[in-house]
């Protein structure tokens, strides 16, 4: 999904906005994020997940082609995890809470009895 289509998804979704207006409101909020962000903080959406800021260390790399030690820059990144409502939307098959996977039993047309 692309931020026009997030525009346009806001414009359809919540009346009384112009497409401008919802464009504004959209930048606004990736501005807001961006600026939080940038500042190290952690963003906590509820029933979506968690945006944080890490800090990586420096740290040494292998050029995969010689195999010659190349340092890596120390770096911030960003990472997302998700909320358990997201992952039960995405894997609405899992049962909730056991985190174990299930698997549906395969009917082969037999009879239990043999006959």
């Known amino acids: 999904m692309t931020k026009a289509e997030i525009i346009d998804s806001v414009y359809e979704r919540v009346g009384g906005f112009s497409k401008k207006e919802a464009a504004e409101v959209v930048e606004a909020v990736f501005e807001e994020m961006k600026e939080v962000l940038a500042q190290g903080e952690k963003i906590k959406i509820s029933g979506f997940g968690n945006f944080v800021v890490r ?29 358990q409502v997201l992952k039960a939307t995405l894997n609405p098959h899992k049962s909730s809470g056991s985190g174990t996977f299930v698997a549906p039993t395969a009917n082969t047309g037999a009879s239990s009895s043999g006959t």
């Open 55 to 83: 800090a990586k260390k420096q740290r040494v790399g292998r050029n995969p082609q010689t195999g010659e030690p190349i340092p890596i820059s120390a770096r911030r990144v960003l990472t997302f995890k998700p909320s």
